[in-house]
């Protein structure tokens, strides 16, 4: 909480029990305000994101440009569980959208604080929203027209207006997923 990359080990974090790419990242903060964030990024907001990552693009057949565009934006979103008092004004797909908006709309500075390239709208994003999916959850997301999976324990989407996929992950899904995955791993490290 409230840290990055620069002051937590990569050893200390666990994205891959969300999605393993999200471990391969240039950039990742957690509950830090937008304007904060020393990462080159730009922006005079004060949302906080859960977690905001960013990755530029790597290429094994060159070195990496530093000075290229970001290749993509990650925003994750926890919410309290079994929380049940969504609304319309609180709801977490518009809270990404938000997070996401406000740091495209931001400019990256290179070490010697010179603008790189500006963080616009065709960057992809991705959103995810980590709770449990309770009846006023699950009505925001239906109202959202969010695809839910067969099993009912997550949703996502794309908002063409946003240019943002996102999903919505039940936590108990989440874990159960995580050991699916990664049993085999587990298994030869003969971690229980």
Same mark, same amino acid.
């Given at each position: ?13 666990? $994205? ?7 471990? /391969?990242?240039? =950039?990742?903060?957690?509950? !830090? !305000? ?17 977690? *905001?990552? /960013?990755?530029?693009?790597?290429? *094994? ?6 000075? @290229? +565009? ?7 979103? *926890?919410?309290? +569980? ?9 709801? +977490? ?12 709309? &931001? ?7 010179? +603008? ?10 991705? @959103? ?10 699950? !009505? ?12 009912? $324990?997550? =949703? =996502? &989407? ?20 995580? !050991?699916?995955?990664?049993?085999? /791993? *587990? ?6």
């Amino acid at each position: 909480m409230q840290s990055d990359d620069q002051e937590t080990l990569y050893s200390q974090q666990n $994205l891959w029990i969300i999605d393993e790419r999200l471990t /391969f990242h240039t =950039y990742i903060a957690s509950d !830090k !305000k937008l304007s904060s964030i020393e990462s080159g990024l730009s922006v005079g907001s004060q949302k906080r994101p859960d977690l *905001f990552i /960013f990755d530029r693009k790597i290429s *094994f057949s060159e070195p990496v440009d530093d000075e @290229g +565009p970001i290749n993509s934006l990650v925003v994750i979103e *926890f919410k309290k +569980p079994q929380r049940d008092d969504y609304t319309d004004a609180k709801n +977490p797909l518009n809270q990404i959208y938000a997070q996401i908006t406000d740091i495209r709309s &931001g400019t990256f500075k290179d070490d010697n604080g010179r +603008p790189v390239r500006t963080a616009n709208a065709t960057i992809p994003a991705y @959103g995810y929203v980590i709770c449990d999916i309770t009846p006023t959850l699950e !009505k925001i997301l239906k109202d959202n027209d969010a695809m839910p999976t067969p099993n009912g $324990l997550a =949703y =996502y &989407g794309y908002n063409r207006n946003h240019q943002i996929y996102y999903e919505v992950i039940d936590y108990g899904k989440l874990v159960s997923d995580a !050991k699916k995955r990664n049993r085999i /791993f *587990f298994e030869r490290l003969k971690i229980n």
